[in-house]
C-alpha cells in the first residue's frame, strides 16, 4: 500500500539554525499537509498546500515557517532560526480529492531544538 | 474555532471486552471525521473515515458512528485484543479539505 515517507526520523539542531523536513507524499494525492505535536499535546495544523500553493495556515505558521513542492513528488517544510519551542514531532500527511480519501500520515521527524 | 474533545483520556480493559471511545466536536459544520490509531513514537494511521452524509461506518471489529446534530462521534472496538492497545485519536475536517482538528485522544490499555 502507498505511504507518505519523512526524513529525517530525528533531527537535532542548535536554536537559530535552520532545518528543512522533508516528505514524499502519495504520488496521486493532490492535498498536502503539515502537523505537529509537542509531547503530551494534541495535533496540531500548521499549513495546508494545494495546486503549488498554500491554501491555508494556522496562526503558529508565521513567517519563520515556509513550504515548498520543489519537484514533483518531495514537500518540504523550513523552519528558520529555530527555538526551543518548536521541538515536537512534525508530521507530513496527504489526502486525494473528495469526501472518500483519507488523510494519511507519514511517520514523523522528531525536531529537538537545543 | 472547531473544539474536539475525547473522553475517556485513558481507558483499561480486560482482553475480550467491547468497548466505546467517544468523540465531541463544537461545531456540526464538518466535511468528515477521521479515526485514527498513534502507537507511541509512532505516525498515525487511518482507521476509519465518515463522510458528513453518513452515519456510520465498519470495518472489522471497528465500528464508528456520526451523529452531526449533536456534535458526537463514537469508535466501538469488539472484543479488543492486546494488540489494540494505543492512542486512539478523533479529527474533524472542515470544508475544502483543508484543516483537521484533533482531539487529544484516548490511550487504551488492553490487558491479557
Known amino acids: 500500500e502507498p505511504e507518505v515517507t519523512q526524513t529525517p526520523s530525528h533531527q537535532v539542531t542548535q536554536m537559530g539554525q535552520e532545518v528543512i523536513l522533508r516528505c514524499v507524499p502519495i504520488?496521486?494525492?493532490?492535498?498536502f499537509y503539515w502537523y505537529r505535536q509537542i509531547l503530551g499535546q494534541k495535533v496540531e495544523f500548521l499549513v495546508s498546500?494545494?495546486?503549488?500553493?498554500?491554501?491555508?495556515k494556522s496562526e503558529i505558521f508565521d513567517d519563520q515557517f515556509s513550504v515548498e513542492r520543489p519537484d514533483g513528488s518531495n514537500f518540504t517544510l523550513k523552519i528558520r532560526s529555530t527555538k526551543l519551542e518548536d521541538s515536537a514531532m512534525y508530521f507530513c500527511?496527504?489526502?486525494?480529492?473528495?469526501?472518500?480519501?483519507?488523510?494519511?500520515f507519514g511517520n514523523g521527524t522528531r525536531l529537538t531544538v537545543t | 474555532k472547531q473544539e474536539v474533545t475525547q473522553i475517556p483520556a485513558a481507558l483499561s480493559v480486560p482482553e475480550g471486552e467491547n468497548l466505546v471511545l467517544n468523540c465531541s466536536f463544537t461545531?456540526?459544520?464538518?466535511?468528515?471525521l477521521q479515526w485514527f490509531r498513534q502507537d507511541p513514537g509512532k505516525g498515525l494511521t487511518s482507521l476509519l473515515l465518515?463522510?458528513?452524509?453518513?452515519r456510520e461506518q465498519t470495518s472489522g471489529r471497528l465500528n464508528a458512528s456520526l451523529d452531526k446534530s449533536s456534535g458526537r462521534s463514537t469508535l466501538y472496538i469488539a472484543a479488543s485484543q492486546p494488540g489494540d492497545s494505543a492512542t486512539y485519536l478523533c479529527?474533524?475536517?472542515?470544508?475544502?479539505?483543508?484543516?483537521?482538528?484533533f482531539g487529544s485522544g484516548t490511550k487504551l490499555n488492553v490487558k491479557p
Open positions: 461545531d456540526s459544520a464538518i466535511y468528515n
Open positions: 500527511a496527504s489526502s486525494g480529492e473528495g469526501q472518500v480519501t483519507p488523510l494519511h
Open positions: 504520488s496521486n494525492h493532490l492535498y
Open positions: 465518515i463522510q458528513s452524509s453518513q
Open positions: 479529527a474533524v475536517g472542515t470544508y475544502n479539505f483543508n484543516k483537521f482538528y
Open positions: 498546500f494545494y495546486n503549488n500553493e498554500i491554501s491555508e
